[in-house]
T-cell receptor, first 115, second 113 residues
């Protein structure tokens, strides 16, 4: 149980375009979703926390206008990378607290490459 | 000082040996502790959780918690090449509250055949 489905798993886009990443909780309601970015051989970096029905909370240094987060329902949170540039190329991962105590469950991640 | 600290490694052990991964944390009120495994190019997966002082065993994995010394460790017995991954320590200040977890940077483990 407690599965988060993340799509797409891999995307290549042109510089200047926007990319949307979706995370769905399949068998539980996720009132909170965390969005991370991870560069090769580096640690997870928390970008923002989304809460269903309210504005996302962004970590310091993360541009809210560039990384648009929407959490419109209890089972879906989306991250849109707007006007993507090569430096946005990274591994993006979502996670949600498990419905019972026991840490987080992670999506499978999205490998974004901006060319 | 980082909230959750891990030796980045790489830690290299021969196949069949015991791998010992350590994690220290700064917040004395931390209540919940987790170990995640992350294979290269994949997302983290939960392998162990521990809430009370002492040892907790699950198969080849043993988590050890010492709240007085503020450290948590993970032992992997009979290490296999398939255990080669980055291991993330995570700490939460509130028991049963999943919304405030802090991750360490991870320790990269290599198990050599």
């Amino acid at each position: 149980g407690a599965v988060v489905s993340q799509h797409p798993s891999r995307v290549i886009c042109k510089s200047g375009t926007s990319v949307k990443i979706e995370c769905r909780s399949l068998d539980f309601q996720a009132t909170t979703m965390f969005w991370y970015r991870q560069f090769p051989k580096q640690s997870l970096m928390l970008m923002a926390t989304s809460n269903e029905g309210s504005k996302a909370t962004y970590e310091q240094g993360v541009e809210k206008d560039k990384f648009l987060i929407n959490h419109a329902s209890l089972t879906l949170s989306t991250l849109t990378v707007t006007s993507a540039h090569p430096e946005d190329s990274s591994f993006y991962i979502c996670s949600a607290p498990r419905p019972t105590w026991g840490g987080y469950t992670f999506g499978s991640g999205t490998r974004l490459t901006v060319v | 000082q980082k909230e959750v600290e891990q030796n980045s490694g790489p830690l290299s052990v021969p196949e069949g040996a015991i791998a010992s991964l350590n994690c220290t944390y700064s917040d004395r009120v931390s209540q919940s502790f987790f170990w995640y495994r992350q294979y290269s190019g994949k997302s983290p997966e939960l392998i162990m959780s521990i809430y009370s002082n002492g040892d907790k065993e699950d198969g080849r994995f043993t988590a050890q918690l010492n709240k007085a010394s503020q450290y948590v460790s993970l032992l992997i017995r009979d290490s296999q090449p398939s255990d080669s991954a980055t291991y993330l320590c995570a700490v939460s200040a509130i028991l049963y509250n999943n919304n405030d977890m802090r991750f360490g940077a991870g320790t990269r483990l290599t198990v050599k055949p």
